[in-house]
Antibody, heavy 122, light 108 residues
Framework: QAQLVQSGAEVKEPGASVKLSCKAS????????MHWVRQAPRQGLEWMGI????????SYAQKFQGRATVTRDTSTSTVYMELNSLRYEDTAVYYC???????????????WGQGTLVTVSS | SSELTQDPAVSVALGQTVRITCQGD??????ATWFQQKPGQAPVLVIY???NRPSGIPDRFSGSNSGNTHSLTITGAQAEDEADYYC???????????FGGGTKVTVL
């Protein structure tokens, strides 16, 4: 079945960058859009960005524009998310998720990766 | 604040019915998707494309909509339904997607 396996936990200092990976299996990776979603401690889910199947197009939430970069490598079925200029408030669990949709009116996310905890600490 | 508005918390007696709502302008054009999240776990898809349930989701979960308000209903709530529930849809401003703030469901 479809599965997403993410890279391990990271600890970074403020101002640093982090690059997370997410390896897909069990489905045709090159046929799907992929998203990144994060969740700060005791907070809700926050959509970060999306990449199209070929990797030629991305879109980001306004607050991450210019600071987050989503890329993908079809040869290894892996999607990446790099976040720069880390701040304490970037401490969160980051999830990669597969996009599914019907027409131009319904989108859903399934499956989810297991999540990667990024801790920003000095 | 989120483009999708949810009540922060609701409670329901065991075996009774609870409705969780999600309100937003984009929902006039797009369906809401619903996720369940239990502490320490990744979210789980429960309803998509108005009222479709993935395999393994009990039929006590259902979705509906009216105007800019979409709802998730749990009919005959069970103890294991106690969780946070999030709605999700496309944003009003184009190629961005958004989550609601989440609703904590307590089963009494």
């Amino acid at each position: 079945q479809a599965q997403l396996v993410q890279s391990g936990a990271e600890v970074k200092e403020p101002g640093a960058s982090v690059k997370l990976s997410c390896k897909a299996s069990g489905f045709i990776f090159s046929g799907y859009y992929m998203h990144w979603v994060r969740q700060a401690p005791r907070q809700g889910l926050e959509w970060m960005g999306i990449i199209n199947p070929s990797g030629s197009w991305t879109s980001y939430a306004q607050k991450f524009q210019g600071r987050a970069t989503v890329t993908r490598d079809t040869s290894t079925s892996t999607v990446y998310m790099e976040l720069n200029s880390l701040r304490y408030e970037d401490t969160a669990v980051y999830y990669c998720v597969r996009d599914q949709s019907i027409g131009d009116y319904a989108w859903w996310l399934d499956p989810w990766g297991q999540g990667t905890l990024v801790t920003v600490s000095s | 604040s989120s483009e999708l508005t949810q009540d922060p918390a609701v409670s329901v007696a065991l075996g009774q019915t609870v409705r969780i709502t999600c309100q937003g302008d984009s929902l006039r054009n797009y369906f809401a998707t619903w996720f369940q999240q239990k502490p320490g776990q990744a979210p789980v898809l429960v309803i998509y494309a108005k009222n479709n349930r993935p395999s393994g989701i009990p039929d006590r979960f259902s979705g509906s909509n009216s105007g800019n308000t979409h709802s998730l209903t749990i009919t005959g709530a069970q103890a294991e339904d106690e969780a946070d529930y999030y709605c999700y849809s496309r944003g009003i401003s184009g190629n961005r997607w958004v989550f609601g703030g989440g609703t904590k469901v307590t089963v009494l």
